[in-house]
């Protein structure tokens, strides 16, 4: 089902940064730890599936000696029981991990191969994990002055380590626009060549500085395909941690339908009706994407709908 869309948590965004919240809680049994590994997430086998590796504070210190806060990210509370992310140092911190666990198969896996059998509370803090994670790795250094960064104030913030400098940095999100372009009872579907055989979706891309949203489907709508849009309208969006980016959901419609593969982006483009998208998936010659996406929620509002 169309993922990440349940927020189960409150994430104290208003009092996590101060140290007398994290240090009442990050030692308590009510304290939960998912360990983290660029981009992976440390799991367990339960029956024929994998779930989130979820550890106690007692027993990460059993396995690493000691825990240090800069390697927490606070994901939130619920219930009264506070979620966060480890950050394990390196891959013989795995090797750890699968020692004190001798019993169960402890293996880091990415959220593409989790999330599918996650439940919407746990693919949602997978998410988050994932995405901090990534954010701490790719920010060690300050983009100012190209010192070492430090992470604090609950794994929100890293800052520069030069007394001169001391900048503040902010987690990341890269915004992304994706559009179901219409053509009275036809929608424009594109692949890509990296993509699987018979697999087609909408169209998609990144917006650029001084954009608004709109302007970016407008532009990536003719750069990818030559259409010129209207009816630009948002629909709804969805956070998509691979790495970091935010997938913001539009339908637009158009009078155009000579397509012209401007910008080379996509290997083909072509136009479909309900009908050819029931019949060409029912032969196992159309692949669309995965239900948990955004762009497959576009494209089943679509078949859905009988007005538009
Ligand atoms: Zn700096």
Redesign the pocket.
């Known amino acids: 089902m169309f993922a990440f869309q349940v927020s189960p948590l409150n994430r104290h965004g208003d009092i996590r940064h101060h140290d007398t919240f994290i240090n009442r809680i990050w030692q308590s049994e009510q304290a939960h730890y998912l360990p983290v590994y660029r981009q992976t997430i440390a799991t367990r086998s339960r029956e024929e599936t994998y779930i989130p590796h979820w550890q106690s504070y007692s027993e990460l210190v059993d396995i690493f000696g000691s825990l240090e806060q800069k390697h927490l990210i606070y994901l939130g509370e619920k219930n009264s029981e506070h979620f966060f992310t480890y950050r394990l140092k390196d891959e013989s911190s795995l090797d750890q991990l699968k020692a004190a666990t001798p019993e169960s198969a402890i293996e880091l896996l990415g959220l593409r191969e989790l999330f599918k059998s996650l439940p919407a509370e746990d693919s949602y803090l997978c998410n988050v994990a994932i995405a901090m994670e990534h954010w701490h790795n790719t920010h060690q250094f ?1 983009g ?4 070492e960064t430090y992470s604090n104030k609950a794994g929100f913030v890293r800052t ?1 380590s ?1 007394k001169s ?3 503040e940095h902010f987690p990341r999100t890269d915004s992304a626009v994706i559009c179901a372009i219409t053509n009275n009872d036809k929608i424009l579907l594109g692949r890509q060549t990296s993509w699987p055989e018979h697999r087609y979706s909408v169209i998609a891309g990144f917006v650029e500085p001084g954009e608004t949203l709109e302007q970016a489907v407008a532009r990536e709508g003719f750069e990818e395909t030559g259409l010129r849009l209207k009816n630009i309208n948002y629909f709804k969006s969805q956070p998509w941690p691979f790495p970091q980016s935010l997938m913001v959901g539009f339908t637009a419609e158009t009078q155009d339908y000579d397509i012209q593969l401007r910008d080379k982006e996509l290997e083909n483009a072509k136009w479909f009706t309900r009908d050819d998208i029931r019949i060409l998936t029912e032969r196992q010659e159309l692949e669309l994407p995965s239900v948990f996406s955004i762009s497959r929620e576009l494209i089943n509002q679509w078949l859905k709908c009988t007005s538009c």
């Open positions: 300050c100012y002055c190209g010192s520069c030069n400098c001391q900048q």
